[in-house]
């Protein structure tokens, strides 16, 4: 049962696929074997992390865009999309699966894009390493495009989004208003922001809001005030110039993601993207310190494993009742059991 | 200058308070001094972690709240109340702190309140150690109820919350038609929700969705589907019973924080929950736990620490090239280093 061919999963064979992932989510040993063989075939999908607030209507959009990167105009092969929907408050994956079905439906017919949620946790390396682990074999079995949907904007979010080379971060109008709602944080990490839901008034000022901290974080982004009809949807979203750059200006993309408004020209946007990145060297140093954060991430989980392995139980028990009785505290304790 | 008098803490010297509260946050050696002083004073207050996505209002929510515990009716003394607003997406604490001097703005006057932001990263046991050493630190000082509100409501923003002994969920009308916007695994952990902004004509739906929600969780919640004007404001937010319990029910109140509408009410459950939590003995359990998953969360740090100090650098080096020429998979990689 555990015995999955990575070649048939190569050859595009989806059940193998879905059921490799499946080993990974849920640890199992087998699922070693087909990183293993699938790794030195990964390297080459573009990793685009897409975050922000509940709310903010990112299942619509990021479904919108895997439809416009296999629809786009400059491309004689469609690529292949996959999207992760990473749910790290779900331990069920009930809400999940739930999601799953109904984005299925929409996207349902083109073969070339294939969906799966991603709700493990507790495993070595966390929710991170998982997530890592989903896109070997994704990028392994040749998919072009993944999509690594968080849900939720707090910091482990973040640091999933962070996996990919291309980060979009997914902001809804009305926010603007809320101190708390627009990150210094999380604004540092953008490549590209999208104000989604742009036909509700508020959107411009929205977009002014983070266009006002991208200049504070970034020192200049790239949405002009000359005039809001330049922002919008099919007049063009505005990105300063076409020569290629030495420093990526993060742009803002006002769309609507339920009738299509604007994804066009982001998913445009997000090649750009890419094609900077490669011409920069980027792309490597990304791909590098992806790899190296996931190996410390797998590195600290071994260490207490092993340490839990070693330790003398009675002795844990007496520090920890001292913590417990406030007579040592967990740093004085941490010290003393190592 | 970092000689600070853990005794003039106690005593209620502000200042001395938060220069403490700095050298925690800058992980500063002289910080241990001082936890280690206070904490065998530390146990006592009622920690109460406030999470919910961004625009909910919680942080007007928290000021209302820390008005009201100061004026509850029942209290002879008015309780000292500490708010920790964490703040993990924000690196330079600016955002945190210009909302600092407006929630300043609004509680001022009160000496028994006091207001910290933290947003440290990167110290020894995470986000979660500085910020149970913040609640070391005010917990034994004296104050009587610690209010924890996190921003956002990510998988960070949970574990922090969970340090609290009763968790309150922010959220906001017209998220309940999101699937994405109620997630399971936050209700799990909430022992009371709230609907804040309830003055909005959508958050009786808002209120239903939760309540659908928490039966299929929790196996029935305290909102009764009786009237829906049994569960505003004034008229008294539901809770089933006034008899002891012994399996919580987590009650949902529909409170709007910009006028007051609610609070009191929602003081008394917050206030209700502790001696329901004392009563039970779950108190205890909830201390002990905290105090543990701190434990561990500084050992496994420690331990990767330690290791970084004694691994071979080219060895490190050459097994990581490795694995950037995908020649090894990053667990593959962990088991050799280790």
Redesign the interface.
Known sequence: MTQIDPLAIRQGDRRALSRALTLVENNHPGS?EI??AL??H??KAHLIGITG???T???TLVNQLAKAFRQQEDQKIAPKVAIIAV??????S??AL??DR?RMHDLAGDKGIFIRSMASRGA??G?A?ST?AFV?VLDGAGFDLILIET????????DIARLAHTVVVVEAP??GD?????????L?IADILVVNKSDRPEAENTARALQAMLDMAHGGGSLSSAGKHMLRGNAGTKTIDNQPEHHWKPSIHLVTATNGDGINQLAADIKRHRIYLQETGLWQVK??NR??R???A???????L??QQKIDKAWFDAV?SD??A??R???????A??
């Open positions: 070693r990183q293993a790794f030195p990964s390297g607030a509940p709310g209507g990112k299942s749910d790290p408050t779900s331990p069920f009930g809400g739930l999601g109904i070595l390396g929710l390493h890592a070997t849900v939720g904007a707090g910091q482990a979010e973040v009305g926010l809320d101190i708390q709602a627009i990150k210094a944080g999380i540092e791909e590098e790899l190296r996931d190996l410390d797998l590195i600290k989980d071994m260490l207490l092993q340490w920890l913590v417990i406030r007579k505290t967990p740093i004085e304790a941490a010290e059991l190592i």
